[in-house]
């Protein structure tokens, strides 16, 4: 018989590379998808070679790869208002994978259609928060609006992994993330780990704030630390340079709809009511230049205005409104205390 020692050996030396194969721990996740392109982001614990490859609907496959730890990986040549299928490999092994949602291009019939999501004040990893991910999932929202809030208790580095990229991992594998920051990203100084975990369009005064266009829909996102500092002298921004750019980003922009996203509420009721530096900063400016739904967070409650000017509804029905619609999604984490009071 022969002996069975050197294949004993072999194996003994084989199975230590296999457990040092590099290790997926972040993502994948969608930012800045277009028409025709998205970003996959990733972290490997280790540097690798992250690949990504799209199957298009018409055959073929769009293609990308990127090397190191901290995986930002553009694909482009995706067709327009389309589900496409992509695989996330590392180092050869396929490791996710998920789903790109594009949207139409402006004006044409695609371009009409939107199915978007809005969340606040979700980062809790509370069986409810993951539950509403898994409701926007199975929704099949294609991408995913937050006002703030991401990740409890304080927005800091090691909190984003636990309180967002894990519980809502199956909805940012196939929804493109579109967030704003809260009070909590600011605990840690600048909200240094908000602009570090996300890749988001570069603005005036960095990634704090932004816009986009999604088929029809034009949104602004908002930073109100920029009008409301936790802490001043860490803010980044000023409430002049901000509303200055927003003025100027709604007045250029022809879509026929336009969304903001804010933290801390313009219009609202709830525990935390509103800050006054909100509304008389940025409610002119939405009065003025058209936009139609404002979604806020920071008070933990759903709460819809009628379309309201000066902080007086002058309709009650949504029918061809003649002001902004304030939304108040804060409730995404769980934490819902009583309404203060109800709007006239």
Known sequence: MRSLSPLIAALSIALPAAASAVALTRGPFLQQTSPTSTLVVARTDAVAEVRVVAELPGGGTAEATA?????????????????????????????????????????????????????????????????????????????????????????????????????????????????????????????????????????????????????????????????????????????????????SDLAASKAPWKIALIHRPAVATGHYGVYPQIPAALVPIFQELGVDVVFQGHNHLYERSWPTKDGVPVQKDYDHPRAPVYVTSGGGGGWLPAFSRTFA
């Not at 909190?159 to 991992?169: E, H, K, N, V």
């Open 67 to 247: 090397r190191g730890a901290e995986h930002v990986i553009r694909v482009d040549g995706l067709p327009p208002s389309s589900e496409i299928p992509y695989r996330l490999l590392v180092d050869g092994v396929e490791r996710a994978s998920g789903l790109v949602r594009t949207p139409g291009r402006p004006a044409t019939a695609e371009g009409r259609k939107a199915l978007l999501g809005v969340i606040g004040d979700h980062g809790t990893a509370e069986p409810i928060a993951i539950a509403n991910g898994e409701r926007l999932r199975e929704r099949g929202v294609a991408a995913l609006l937050t006002v703030g809030d991401n990740a409890y208790p304080d927005g800091k580095a090691a909190d984003w992994d636990p309180y967002l990229f894990r519980p809502f991992a199956p909805l940012l594998r196939s929804t493109t993330l579109w967030p704003v920051p809260g009070d909590h990203e600011y605990r840690t100084p600048g909200a240094r780990g908000y602009l570090d975990a996300l890749v988001l369009p570069e603005g005036p005064e960095g990634e704090r704030y932004y816009s986009f266009d999604w088929g029809d829909v034009h949104v602004a996102a908002l930073d109100s630390n920029c009008i409301v500092p936790m802490v001043a002298a860490e803010a980044g921004c000023t409430t002049a340079s901000m509303t200055a750019w927003l003025r």
